[in-house]
């Protein structure tokens, strides 16, 4: 249940036979609903044939058909250590929030930060800038891997990094070169909860800002070490979920 879309994993076993995607919107309840039924019908099955429902994620609180929630860090931290035994960081970032999370080779949560609702450190900030730069949010993060010289972006707060852009706009500075530094502002955010953990390798990148290849380029710049990126990034937390469910 996050706070720009909603993710309903199924499980047999722990196997993957039935996903869905939805935005959230202003009925999240009605939305998780739509998206339930969308993945029932990607797994072929009826909700009766559903044993147990775990909700996570920012409104998990007003999942439908839910039995137990569990956080997102606990989920995140599950689901990534169930596709790779070998990691031992989960950097999530989503649309509203970023988090950095150290867990032992069980899944076992050791420590975490949050980036506790800061746009600057999250994709409504890529959003936010692309509008500025008036590109789009899609193109964004090629565009800042055409970057051939890095400049810095001061501003720490989503409103003043915007007229920031605006003023970089002004003194002709290149698009690409501000689509990086809105990266790397990024990143820097990001990698500064990661430090405050004490991340160590293996390092999993996931959420929605994972498909961002300037984003990714940044955090790798920042990390000084390459991460690992899942096939459908924005499903692992609702994965995790499911894996509790299975669980009991």
């Known amino acids: 249940m996050g706070s720009k ?27 998780a609903e739509q998206a339930f039924a969308a993945a029932l019908d990607d797994a072929g099955l009826r909700a009766d044939d559903v044993e147990r429902v775990v909700a996570t994620g920012a409104g998990r609180g007003n999942a439908p058909y839910t039995e137990r929630d569990i956080s997102e860090v606990a ?20 649309a509203e929030e970023g988090r950095a999370i150290r867990c ?11 980036n506790e609702k800061c746009a600057a450190g999250a994709g409504a900030f890529t959003e936010s800038m692309s509008r500025a730069l008036e590109v789009a ?7 800042s ?6 400049i810095p972006m001061n501003a720490q707060c989503a409103v003043f990094a915007e007229s920031e852009v605006v003023s970089l706009l002004h003194n002709k500075v290149a698009k690409q070169d501000i689509a990086r530094a809105v990266h790397d502002a990024i990143a820097s955010r990001i990698v500064s909860l990661a430090r405050k ?11 929605g800002v994972a498909h961002n290849v300037g984003f990714v380029d940044s955090l790798q710049r920042a990390l000084e070490c390459e991460v690992v990126i899942p096939d459908h990034p ?5 994965y995790g979920a499911a894996l509790a469910a299975a669980e009991g």
């Open 5 to 31: 879309t909603i993710k309903v994993v199924i499980l047999r076993d722990t196997e993957i036979v039935g996903k869905s995607m939805t935005l959230a919107g202003f009925e999240n309840r009605e939305a």
């Open 75 to 94: 989920s995140d931290a599950r689901g990534v250590i169930k596709l790779y035994p070998a990691a031992r960081t989960v950097i999530d970032v989503g």
């Open 104 to 114: 032992n080779e069980q899944g076992k949560v050791l420590d975490f930060a949050l």
């Open 137 to 143: 949010i899609e193109d964004l993060g090629q565009m």
């Open 145 to 150: 891997l055409n970057s051939t010289t890095a």
């Open 197 to 207: 953990i004490g991340f160590e390798p293996d390092v999993v990148l996931i959420g």
């Open 234 to 238: 924005d499903y692992i937390g609702a």
